[in-house]
């Protein structure tokens, strides 16, 4: 449990907690600045703000009960409902995402897809400023790393004194590049920015959740970090098959058999972590080539091919 700060209104307010919250505040200046610029109207852009921020924690922690409803099941005190002492997931908060541009898109009749792609950046900054936070929370660790590596910014120290490779540096650190690399992307359909930075969250978690050693959520032996965005990534890839046929010029049992190949690959690579004694930089580069198979994979079939 991180250790508390200070209490406001009788809650426990945490490093984490606050440094979240100066996170959130940071991304809704950067939204409505960007979203003025992108030609959003005010209304807009304020009714996405105030239907993102709740929908976005309501459905985080909906998600995050749901994957553990066993243990929630088994309790009496309704642990489900007290925020305040953790326990969320990014899939949930996605979720609230789309669908807080979605219903501000209704409400001020404007195109869903014009409003999600000037979102993107700032939903973007905020994952990123999300995951640098979580080591506030001794979250976000890796393997411990060897001595002549045990230096920030590539590990830290965990509460037990031990350096741990720095995960949730890594993970906050891509978020700010596809912050730029979204941004700058041009020549896409409506949508196609909120799309590709969907992708581009969804391959890299498949990849920066191998590499957690600290508590993840599970079913089984299967990481729900992983399933989940592969999960997504096969309903987008499945949806630029049925709606965008034109941008696959070749039979569409092709791009579902390299699909299901690269998920195998990857499935082997998280057993050979585990049951090998195989150079982990051999295993995590092969796993790091099928991250990028599915996400070039998928971005082909659902926008098409890049432009130059």
């Known amino acids: 449990m991180p250790r508390t700060l200070f209490t406001l209104f009788g809650l426990p307010v945490t490093a984490y907690a606050l440094g979240m919250t100066l ?34 924690l309501l459905l985080a922690r909906l998600a995050y009960v749901l994957i553990r409803l066993p243990f929630f ?17 990014l899939w949930g908060a996605l979720a609230g995402f789309f669908l807080a541009g979605l219903l501000a898109a209704k409400a001020n009749r404007l195109a869903a897809g014009k409003l999600l792609d000037a979102a993107a950046p700032a939903g973007l900054l905020l994952l990123a400023l999300g995951r640098l936070c979580e080591g506030l929370a001794g979250q976000g660790f890796g393997e411990e790393a060897p001595p ?33 690399l979204v941004a700058r992307t041009r020549g896409l359909r409506l949508g196609g920015r909120a799309l590709l930075a969907l992708m581009l969250v969804c391959a890299s978690q498949m990849l920066f959740e ?44 092709q791009a579902i058999a390299g699909f299901a190949l690269l998920i195998l690959v990857i499935t082997a690579c998280e057993f050979a972590l585990d049951k090998t004694t195989l150079s982990s930089l ?16 998928t971005r082909r079939v659902a926008l098409g091919a890049p432009r130059a």
């Open 282 to 297: 051999l295993i995590y580069g092969l796993m790091l080539l099928s991250v990028l198979g599915l996400f070039h994979l």
């Open 210 to 253: 191998s590499f957690r050693e600290d508590e993840f959520l599970r079913w089984g032996f299967v990481r729900a970090g992983q399933l989940v965005p592969a999960l997504i990534l096969f309903g987008l890839l499945l949806w630029g098959l049925r709606h965008r046929p034109g941008l696959w010029p070749w039979p569409r049992h």
């Open 73 to 89: 099941i088994g309790r009496g005190d309704l642990l489900a409902l007290r925020f305040w002492q953790g326990g969320a997931t």
């Open 148 to 180: 002549q590596l045990s230096f920030f910014p590539l590990a830290v120290q965990n509460q037990w004194g031990e350096w741990r490779w720095a995960v949730f540096l890594l993970a906050g650190c891509a978020a700010l590049a596809f912050v730029w």
């Open 23 to 56: 996170a959130l505040l940071l991304a809704a200046g950067a939204w409505l600045l960007h979203a003025r610029r992108q030609g959003i109207p005010a209304r807009a852009a304020e009714a996405f703000l105030l239907l993102a921020l709740p929908l976005g």
